[in-house]
């Protein structure tokens, strides 16, 4: 019986990598570690122990588990995709849902009102970040912070978050990375000076959280809220 389910899940992992190929980023191979020990671990004590008079039990546990486990790779996750490139828009950043288009006062950089345009992760989303824009970093500052579930209307200000603004011939935007209640860790690869370009990874939120986005009050909006979008492919906005 056990074997039978370890089939179906290799086919099920099949399917689902023939729909959309993927590799695992680097920042989850010390969680994947940990967590292929600790899945073996306790699938060894528990067939060891268990699987004698409890067999049920044994198998519940390797299920259970097991679906942990591969959960767990699945926040890891790179999809192989085709990217939107194109210097007149502005191209979304993660994997989630609108949750905030907004206009906003900005205090932290601009010193003037900006349209916010905000993207919840879920855990189930793909966690790279992807420069929305081509252009040169002028600001790059980290901040500490709370841990505000992601939702929250303060979690923008008050939360843990990197903040990063690109300026290219268009204008300049800012776009920051928000910790949340789960996600503990925000990675950022970018730094003063340098040259990014449009849908290349530039960061990386470990167990979702938001990105949000400040653009100039003539972008214009081409998402809705609540609409599901994809890092590097879904059209934000136009300058």
């Known amino acids: 019986?056990?074997?039978?389910?370890?089939?179906?899940?290799?086919?099920?992992?099949?399917?689902?990598?023939?729909?959309?190929?993927?590799?695992?980023?680097?920042?989850?191979?010390?969680?994947?570690?940990?967590?292929?020990?600790?899945?073996g671990v306790l699938n060894l004590i528990s067939f060891t122990f268990l699987s004698a008079n409890y067999p049920w039990l044994a198998l519940s546990i390797f299920i259970i588990t097991l679906g942990i486990f591969l959960f767990l790779v699945s926040f890891f996750r790179i999809p192989n995709r085709t990217f939107t490139i194109n210097a007149d828009q502005i191209i979304c950043p993660a994997d989630?849902?609108?949750?905030?288009?907004?206009?906003?006062?900005?205090?932290?950089?601009?010193?003037?009102?900006?349209?916010?345009?905000?993207?919840?992760?879920?855990?189930?989303?793909?966690?790279?970040?992807?420069?929305p824009v081509d252009g040169e970093v002028v600001y790059n500052q980290y901040h500490k912070g709370k841990y505000l579930v992601a939702w929250h209307p303060k979690s923008s200000t008050e939360n843990e978050r990197w903040s990063v603004v690109v300026k290219n011939p268009h204008g300049e935007i800012l776009y920051k990375q928000i910790a949340g209640a789960l996600a503990k860790r925000i990675c950022n690869y970018t730094k003063v000076g340098e040259q990014v370009k449009q849908t290349e990874e530039y960061g990386f939120i470990k167990f979702g959280s938001?990105?949000?986005?400040?653009?100039?009050?003539?972008?214009?909006?081409?998402v809705e809220l609540n609409q599901v979008v994809k890092g590097g492919t879904t059209v934000l906005a136009s300058w």
């Open 96 to 131: 989630g849902k609108v949750v905030v288009i907004e206009e906003v006062v900005d205090t932290e950089y601009f010193k003037d009102k900006r349209i916010q345009l905000s993207v919840f992760m879920s855990p189930a989303n793909v966690h790279v970040n992807r420069n």
């Open 1 to 39: 019986m056990i074997l039978e389910i370890v089939q179906n899940i290799r086919t099920s992992i099949t399917f689902a990598a023939q729909v959309e190929a993927m590799t695992i980023h680097k920042e989850g191979y010390q969680s994947i570690g940990i967590g292929a020990l600790i899945f």
């Open 210 to 222: 938001r990105v949000d986005l400040l653009l100039p009050l003539t972008a214009k909006i081409h």
